[in-house]
């Protein structure tokens, strides 16, 4: 069995392809890199069929020897969570590349060089997400930066070197931070029995409860700058719009879930008094996430910033079902997880579409879209009713469960965090009224409509969007017994529901 | 008194001793072979006693003696490592000074005179480089074996001295090249004095001068600990000096500047080498017992070095002092591996020396490719849209700097780890916090110039890549693939060293 090295291996497989094909056939390469994501994808979903729903174990487990003399593993195995966001990114990244056909073509470099890093990365988001050896998660974790950061320096638009850099420094930080408790662990694991990176193994270690929390903060800062929570999310906006909407999909998509993912796997299941000590701290946090994201979303005047602030508020949204400690706040979470990275492809491709077609991100220049170009308009519609969680979406049914496995233990932050519903209305309308609605603002009255690739590439997107929201078992199947299972070995049991009719 | 006649065991000692064989041999052939013979008779002269000293190394790698030359050195396990770490190094750097372009023409004569453009016109170009750099590789093999105080500062000044004159070997900007020569020699005067000083106050403390009789006397705790104390001060200064470590780097940015780049290269990396080798042998032989009187200061100037080191190196606009602070902050990093006292912060160090070693020399060569119509071009802001222009190069450099900064799939990252990992195991929290954050820190300034030549536009000013030859090639793709290997595949290398990196006292 080792059908996750495989499944990692593909991409390499096609970046070797597209390394060797001319620089001159851009076509071919791209072809190359949609067949690559579009097997890998396939593979996947093949694999997810395979997959034990009621196993909480892990499954599809492998491990070879890495480096001995530390006790490293390359070990690989998955669980629901893993399942359903390695799911994810493997069927976004076919998206990314059809949606994003033309996107290479303002880089610094060739088309070529594009295509061999998405490739690279879509390697690395398998892997950090199937890693059972906090060493190997913590190589990947820090390796797919450099990918990541030249697609948005070398890809992008507008200030996007400082943006660059920015997301990079941020992120260094934040991984230097959890390499220092890395050690720490690795050192105490020594003294504990013999040195290993096993994170089953390194979740029985003894320590202080001092020592749990600091060694907490040093992964918990990390993942909150990924996920992003505020105040550490300054560097996404510029990192959103500065890049293309193909590489904002995979940032704010995958890369971010890899932080709230790491709160679940990492802070929950190493740290388990810590993460409990910080809950209230944290859940603080998130809800000012949700409200200043939504705040400052209704704010912007720039598309690509008004998703980015979007998404902060939906990432609060997740980080609260998470440390709300109960099965429902979980499984809404994790499944939050899996329909946001569809609901913000969808805006980021749409949008992404609008301001290629316009020449211009600034919502103003937008206007009666409806009318010019109704099949995007309506896309962007719906991506934009996905986003406020509009019942018969899929992030209805997430947020919903969220907040009531919020409330049921938190009933004050998760009546706060319900204003972020409003609002969300009100950042989700009031550039869909402006650039949809109304007269059609001069300029925009020759933009054409979407084409039969982009048709191809959207679809989906809206199908697995809608499909969710009407039958979201499925997936709640898979993710249902792994969140039962963390929070069982937190120990905590649900929180008796409060009847009204006692 | 009655003389005892030395006895020597040759085959341990052979590396060295065909090294200095070999550097004899350079100086013969300096002498006797004709002007045109001369450059290719050296580099193969030079290259083959490397390259028989590191199968000597290899063929007794297995062995260890504390009575090869009497009780004067010590050949074990990281001995030998160390040796054939510098050797390797040695290796690729020799294949840069290969480039005679660098290096002067006529080093006796003055700058601008009538004498050195006579001898540019009428190619006269003395290879003297050679020799030396054989005499100081000899004395790098010595230091780190050295088990007694009075052949430690030998084998100290026989490694100093060539590179004193090495490094005012460049044919460009000769004056600059000159003052460094002159600083590294003053102030390395000196720290050498300083380390005398202090063998002196050791030996009034413990009657001896030998790594373990000084161990026993501190472990009798038979002799005057404030000789002691000063005596380990004093020696620390010296050695500290050479590994530039703060407050005793002031030399290094100026030389490293200074120095021809091929120069530079060798000695940021094999000097590394051998004096933390000598270090880490002193401190976890003959000082072990004393760890207290040591600790606390080294760990102090270890985070000090560390924060100095990353923060300074940020406000450099020339790319060799930015490399040179970087090797600051490297050596504060490294200093992490002598406080740790234990066998993992022993193994960590050696791969660490190792891996950043050969990732330096690497750096370096790609540093002399860069150039205009007068010689190199250090200027951080003429390398800008590198990446464009000559993507490889850019490329390659962009890799060694994601090394230095510890990014994983790196040798650097691995080297790090285990490094700081063992600092921990120790105790030695603090440093580790410090050696991290300043690991972000130093991210800053390396990705800037990775920013440098891939966001931002060429400006049209003459500078160009040189085509490199194929010796300096071969150093970039060694140094590549070692770094690569060592990022992905240690465990081999780990093993090895894990396996025979054993002090013996």
């Known amino acids: 069995m080792n059908s996750l090295t495989l499944l990692m291996l593909l991409p390499l497989i096609g970046t070797a392809v597209i390394a060797a094909l001319p620089k001159s056939n851009e076509t071919l390469t791209k072809q190359v890199a949609l067949a690559t994501t579009v097997i890998v994808a396939a593979a996947t979903i093949a694999m997810a069929v395979g997959f034990q ?21 390359f070990s690989l195995g998955i669980d629901g969570l893993s399942l359903v966001l390695i799911l994810m990114s493997t069927v976004l990244a076919p998206i990314v590349v059809l949606a994003g056909w033309n996107e290479a073509h303002g880089g610094r470099w060739s088309v070529k060089v594009f295509y061999v890093l998405i490739l690279v990365l879509e390697t690395m988001m398998i892997g950090v997400f199937a890693a059972t050896d906090v060493f190997l998660f913590y190589v990947i974790f820090e390796a797919m930066l450099i990918p990541v950061y030249f697609l948005i320096g070398g890809y992008g638009s507008g200030q996007r070197s400082a943006a660059a850099v920015k997301f990079l420094i ?100 190493l740290f388990p008094d810590a993460s409990k000590t910080f809950t209230p701290l944290i859940l603080v946090l998130s809800v000012i996430s949700i409200i200043y994201g939504a705040f400052l979303a209704i704010g912007q005047k720039d598309l690509k910033r008004l998703i980015a602030f979007t998404s902060i508020s939906h990432f609060g949204f997740i980080t609260m079902g998470i440390f709300a400690m109960t099965s429902q706040g979980h499984s809404g979470a994790t499944l939050y997880m899996f329909n946001h990275g569809f609901s913000t492809a969808a805006l980021f491709l749409v949008g992404g579409w609008m301001i290629s077609r316009r020449g211009s991100s600034t919502i103003a220049d937008f206007g009666g879209l409806q009318r010019v170009t109704p099949v995007m308009a309506w896309s962007f519609f719906l991506a934009g009713m996905s986003s406020l969680a509009l019942p018969g979406m899929s992030s209805f049914v997430s947020e919903f469960l969220v907040l009531v496995g919020t409330f049921t233990r938190y009933p004050v932050h998760a009546a706060i965090a319900t204003f972020g519903i409003v609002l969300a209305a009100l950042y989700i309308l009031i550039p869909v009224q402006k650039a949809l609605h109304g007269p059609t603002t001069p300029g925009n009255e020759e933009l054409s409509d979407l084409n039969l690739r982009e048709k191809i590439a959207i679809a989906p997107v809206i199908a697995i969007i809608v499909a969710l929201g009407f039958y979201p078992s499925p997936l709640l199947n898979v993710i249902n017994p792994a969140s039962a299972h963390v929070i069982a070995q937190m120990g905590f049991t649900d929180p008796a529901p409060t009847n009204g009719d006692k | 008194m009655e003389f005892v006649a030395p006895v020597l065991n040759y085959t341990l000692l052979s590396p060295i001793l065909i090294l200095l064989g070999g550097a004899l041999i350079g100086v013969l052939v300096e002498a006797f072979v004709s002007k045109a013979l001369r450059p290719i008779t050296q580099l193969s002269v030079t290259l083959g006693s490397l390259v028989l000293a590191l199968v000597q190394v290899w063929r007794i790698h297995n062995e260890s003696s504390t009575s090869a030359a009497m009780s004067s050195v010590t050949i074990d396990g990281p001995g030998l490592l160390l040796q054939a770490s510098i050797i390797i190094i040695s290796i690729i750097s020799v294949f840069l000074i290969a480039d005679t372009e660098q290096f002067t023409a006529l080093a006796a004569a003055l700058p601008g005179s009538d004498e050195e453009r006579h001898a540019l016109q009428t190619g006269n170009q003395v290879t003297e480089v050679y020799p030396l750099t054989l005499f100081a590789v000899s004395g790098m093999l010595v230091f780190p074996i050295a088990s007694d105080l009075i052949t430690l500062f030998v084998a100290l000044e026989m490694l100093s001295l060539p590179l004193y004159l090495m490094a005012g070997l460049s044919r460009r900007r000769r004056l600059a090249s000159q003052e460094s020569a002159l600083k590294y020699f003053l102030l390395g005067a000196f720290s050498s004095a300083f380390f005398l000083f202090g063998a002196a106050f050791i030996y009034g403390f413990a009657s001896s001068v030998t790594f373990s009789g000084i161990h026993d006397a501190i472990a009798n705790a038979s002799g005057n600990d404030v000789f002691l104390l000063i005596g380990i001060a004093f020696l620390s200064v010296g050695l500290l000096f050479k590994v530039g470590a703060v407050p005793f780097h002031a030399w290094s940015p100026d030389v490293y500047q200074g120095a021809p780049t091929p120069v530079t290269a060798f000695m940021a990396a094999a000097t590394k080498v051998a004096a933390f080798g000598a270090m880490l042998r002193i401190f976890y032989t003959a000082f072990a017992n004393a760890e207290w009187s040591w600790t ?62 050969v990732a ?146």
């Not at chain 1, 729903?53 to 599809?60: A, K, M, S």
């Not at chain 1, 202080?208 to 550490?232: D, E, H, M, R, Y």
């Not at chain 2, 923060?311 to 002598?338: E, T, W």
């Open chain 2, 296 to 357: 606390p200061m080294l760990s102090l100037i270890a985070i000090i070095t560390m924060v100095f080191g990353s923060l300074v190196a940020i406000a450099q606009r020339d790319v060799k002092r930015m490399l040179a602070y970087s090797s600051i902050a490297h050596a504060g990093f490294l200093l992490s591996g002598v406080i740790a006292l234990n066998k993992a912060g022993l193994d960590a160090s050696i791969f660490y020396l190792f891996a950043y070693g």
């Open chain 1, 53 to 73: 729903r009621d196993n909480v174990d892990l499954q599809f487990v492998e491990k070879y020897s890495w480096i001995p003399s530390f006790g490293i593993n």
């Open chain 1, 170 to 269: 941020y992120s260094l930080f934040g991984g230097l931070l959890m390499l220092g408790s890395i050690i720490a662990l690795y050192v105490m694991s020594g003294a504990q029995g013999g040195h290993t990176f096993d994170l089953a193994a390194l979740s029985q270690l003894q320590m202080t409860s001092t020592t749990q929390n600091v060694l907490f903060l040093g992964f918990f800062i990390a993942f909150a700058i990924k996920a992003p929570l505020w105040p550490l999310h300054t560097w996404l906006p510029d990192a959103a719009e500065s890049a293309t909407p193909g590489t904002s999909v995979l940032l704010l998509g995958v890369l971010d879930k890899v932080g709230t993912f790491g709160m679940i796997r990492y802070c929950l299941t």
């Open chain 2, 360 to 505: 330096t020399v690497g750096g370096f060569a790609i540093v002399t490719l860069v150039r205009d119509a007068a010689g190199e071009v250090t200027d951080l802001n003429r390398w800008k849209g590198l990446g464009k222009r000559s993507p490889w190069v850019a490329s390659s450099f962009a890799f060694f700097l994601l090394a230095f900064a510890g990014i994983p799939l790196t040798s650097g990252f691995i080297g790090k780890f285990s490094i700081f990992s063992a600092a921990y195991e120790s105790g030695a929290t603090g440093v580790v916090i410090a050696g991290v954050l300043s690991s972000a820190i130093a991210a800053f300034f390396y990705i800037r110039v990775i920013v440098l030549m891939f966001f931002t536009d060429p400006i049209e000013d003459g500078t160009s890549v040189e085509i490199p030859s194929s010796l300096t090639q071969l150093t970039i793709v060694i140094s590549l693939l070692v770094t690569f290997v060592l990022g992905v595949f240690p465990a081999p290398l780990l093993n090895f060293i894990t396996n025979l990196a054993t002090f013996l006292r």
